[in-house]
């Protein structure tokens, strides 16, 4: 016997092939990616406009095909005039007679037939398909060819010829004008698709209230962090991120200094975090602190006796090869090198040449590609170099004295180890080649910098550096994201990311293939991630793909009230404020409510606050006993009564100058005085 499970299975079958397929729950219909990145498209400058005006409705074309496409635009005149001999075209010229056009040609242009050919009445109706080669008519020449056009005969004169026959399109002539423009065409897609760089799309990571000032990025591509000068980190994850572009976890790490540089370890489980403290944090790849480092005593002279900075630190760096080892930078004008898994010493301190003695800050430090070398830049403009080797000191192996007029934000070595870009405050950049380092191969200057941390980047294959320009107060331009070609030392583009907010910290990501710049000003910052779906990988185009969900009513959660009347007054709730601020307003004592005017006369040193408010002063009035007639009395007159009371039975002082007090005499009346 069947059980009840399958018949009602059954039953369920049959009741449901009543019903179209498209009955019941729906799938949520997605959104096409065409769409989703539509939405986050750069806007096109005034250049890019025209040119898609010029090219609206056509793919981006070749050359040859453009000549081809400009020749059914404008055909020859000449051969609308042309006569179809061969009878068996005759519906080709029935549809010419009909108002088509004679001369529609689909596909490339056919070479130009020979004089001989246009004599023996070669076809010259529509043409559909590629064009027939050119061929030597024998014998059978007046057979009609059916199939595709047979080879040319080749004769022993004609070898040489075979040389010259054309495949594809014809080259346009020599005098239409064609040759240039079509150089300089090749020269530019050469010139696009030799840098490549990912810009047509843009979005932003927001959250920071005042400017980012930090940036990195791990070395798979799916976590970004950013720092700000409003003391937080705020980290993203990619794959976990959806349209809303919303950070997964923010942390203050040291309260009340402005997080200035982050960097991811080799292996991407921690990062580092330099702030405006004396002390460098680590924190594992979730934001959970892992330890900070410890700070020097501020009262010992010499540097290199402390444990460590003692100063706030200004930039910091994580080995590129070596994750146990860091490398940080300090006003306090030491560079010092840490053991990650020891906090509590540092390994090496390392002490700029100067040139008087004193302290001057290390605004920046950066590591070469391997790791063999430490480059800082000095307070006073100087760009010193150290290489890493047994028994190596402070004394560094390259020293520039006068790099820049004003502090350095930033350096970076090439991957190859012969390129040295310095970024500085004195509105300039400089490429430096390391193996002679007297004067430097180009400077870049009217490139404004008013952040600490402006920083310049490689692009992934290195044949681009990319820096940020901040806005200045009278600008027009905006924050700016400059590219340069290193082999040609010369700009390549400048691209618009913020009207009003600065670019600090910039960086090109090699596998994702995006470009992220960090912008904001005193009141707003975020992170711009600029991207092109056709060349790069996942990154933004994950997150953007991804569609927040909505809310529904499942998730509501009311929040449980649990009266408890008889609980210890320690664990009591609170009464409600609005019944306590009631309260307070009733009670004019702690309502501090203020005085009421003054009506009329009153008694107690407050004129006109009491009219008989006590039981006592209101049984007198009632009695006559009180009289209120100070009101009408002269006062000169009511003092005067007491005169002769006063003379003969004196109190308190006038007893004491009885013997040497004179004789009071009072002035008389005012009005005495008026009427004289």
Not at 37 to 42: D, K
Request: aromatic content about 6%.
């Amino acid at each position: 016997m069947r059980s009840g499970m399958e018949d009602e299975a059954e039953i369920y079958d049959g009741v449901r092939a009543q019903f179209p397929l498209s009955f019941g729950k729906q799938s949520k219909p997605l959104t096409p990616l065409e769409s989703i990145h539509n939405a986050t498209r750069r806007p096109a400058s005034a250049a890019e406009k025209n040119e898609q005006s010029i090219t609206k409705g056509f793919p981006s074309i070749s050359s040859s095909s453009k000549a081809w496409l400009d020749s059914l635009k404008n055909p020859n005149p000449s051969s609308r005039n042309r006569s179809n001999p061969n009878p068996s075209r005759a519906s080709d010229d029935a549809r010419s007679n009909s108002g088509g056009d004679d001369d529609a040609m689909v596909g490339p242009p056919r070479p130009p037939l020979d004089s001989d050919a246009v004599n023996r009445g070669e076809d010259y109706g529509a043409m559909i398909g590629p064009p027939r080669p050119l061929h030597t008519y024998g014998d059978d020449d007046e057979d009609q060819m059916i199939g595709p056009p047979r080879p040319a005969v080749v004769n022993d004169e004609e070898d040489d010829e075979d040389d010259d026959q054309m495949i594809g399109p014809p080259p346009p002539l020599p005098g239409s004008g064609l040759e240039e423009s079509d150089a300089e065409d090749d020269s530019d897609v050469e010139e696009e698709g030799r840098y490549r760089i990912p810009l047509s799309n843009e979005i932003v990571l927001k959250g920071h209230t005042k400017v980012v000032s930090a940036l990195a990025i791990d070395h798979s591509g799916s976590r970004v962090l950013s720092g700000s000068y409003d003391y937080t980190v705020h980290m993203y994850d990619f794959q976990g991120m959806n349209a809303r572009l919303q950070s997964f976890r923010q942390l203050e790490p040291f309260e009340g200094h402005q997080v200035r540089n982050l960097s991811w370890s080799p292996t991407s489980d921690r990062f580092l975090c330099v702030t405006g403290s004396a002390q460098a944090k680590i924190y594992d790849r979730d934001g959970l602190t892992l330890g900070e480092f410890m700070k020097g005593d501020m009262y010992i002279r010499d540097l290199k006796n402390t444990k460590g900075h003692i100063s706030g630190l200004t930039w910091g760096e994580w080995h590129p090869k070596t994750k146990e080892t860091i490398l940080t930078s300090s006003e306090d004008g030491s560079l010092r090198i840490w053991d990650v898994n020891d906090f509590k010493s540092q390994k090496q301190v390392i002490k700029p040449k100067l040139a008087r003695p004193g302290r001057v800050p290390v605004t920046t430090c950066a590591w070469d590609r391997e790791g063999k070398s430490i480059a800082g830049g000095i307070g006073d403009g100087s760009i010193q170099i150290w290489n890493l080797k047994p028994g190596w000191g402070s004394r560094p192996d390259i020293h520039v004295e006068k790099g820049h007029s004003d502090d350095i934000t930033g350096l970076k070595f090439s991957s190859d180890g012969l390129i040295l870009l310095s970024r500085s405050s004195d509105d300039s950049m400089k490429v430096w080649d390391l193996r002679k380092m007297k004067e430097p191969l180009r400077v870049f200057e009217d490139l404004p910098n008013h952040y600490a941390q402006t920083n310049v980047a490689f692009s992934p294959d290195e044949q681009l550096f990319l820096t940020g320009i901040s806005v200045e107060r009278d600008s027009t331009t905006g924050g700016l994201l400059c590219f340069y070609d290193r082999a040609k030392l010369e700009l390549v583009s400048r691209v618009g990311i913020s009207p009003t907010c600065s670019i600090v910290q910039c960086a090109w990501h090699p596998k994702l293939n995006q470009v992220f710049a960090t912008t904001g000003d005193k009141n707003q910052g975020g992170t711009h991630i600029l991207y092109d779906p056709t060349l790069s990988e996942r990154g933004a185009l994950v997150c953007v793909a991804r569609a927040p969900r909505k809310k529904s009513v499942d998730d509501y959660e009311a929040k449980p009230v649990i009266h408890n009347p008889h609980a210890l007054p320690l664990f009591r709730d609170q009464p409600s404020r609005k019944r306590q601020r009631e309260k307070i307003l009733k009670d004019p004592v702690k309502s501090r409510k203020p005085e009421l005017p003054i009506t009329g006369p009153g008694h107690g040193g407050r004129v006109g606050t009491t009219k008989g408010s006590l039981l006592t002063q209101y049984l007198l009035k009632q009695g006559g006993l009180i009289k209120e007639t100070w009101m009408d009395e002269d006062p000169r007159e009511a003092i005067l009564k007491y005169a002769d009371a006063a003379a003969k039975d004196p109190k308190f002082i006038a007893p004491a100058y009885a013997t040497t007090q004179p004789e009071p005499v009072f002035a008389k009346s005012d009005s005495e005085d008026e009427d004289k």
